[in-house]
């Protein structure tokens, strides 16, 4: 069975930084593309981060782009979310995904088929 665990979210200052991971398990993780979503309240679920399965190629929303930093362990089966520079507006729920039948990297929420439960991100002013 496939299971997505995310970590690392919490309460930040604006200016700050956080670190988030998840770790994969059930699945050929290292073949596969990822990627970080998130979701404001009354927003719709978007695409923040993506990596293809591996590494070599990454995708940044413009909102992020230059803050964040999407990585990850084929070894460790983990992928990562660097967020530094935080903003009040990067307030969410933050989830990674996995599109397990895809090696190269994509946006569309349609493409991934098992989700974290998701860590949620609050950006003081």
């Known amino acids: 069975q496939v299971q997505l665990v995310e970590s690392g979210g919490g309460l930040v200052q604006a200016g700050g930084s956080l670190r988030l991971s998840c770790a994969v398990s059930?699945?050929?993780?290292?073949?596969?593309?990822m990627g970080w979503f998130r979701q404001a309240p009354g927003k719709d679920r978007e695409c923040v981060a993506a990596?293809?399965?591996?590494?070599?190629?990454?995708y940044y929303t413009d909102a992020v782009q230059g803050r964040f930093t999407i990585s990850r362990d084929n070894a460790k089966n983990t992928v990562y979310l660097q967020m530094n520079s935080l903003k009040p507006e990067d307030t969410a729920v933050y989830y990674c995904?996995?599109?397990?039948?895809?090696?190269?990297?994509?946006?569309?929420?349609?493409?991934?088929?098992?989700w974290g439960q998701g860590t949620q991100v609050t950006v003081s002013s």
């Open positions: 990596i293809s399965w591996s590494g070599d190629s990454t």
């Open positions: 995904a996995w599109a397990s039948f895809r090696r190269t990297l994509t946006t569309s929420r349609g493409a991934y088929d098992y």
């Open positions: 059930g699945g050929t993780f290292s073949r596969n593309a």
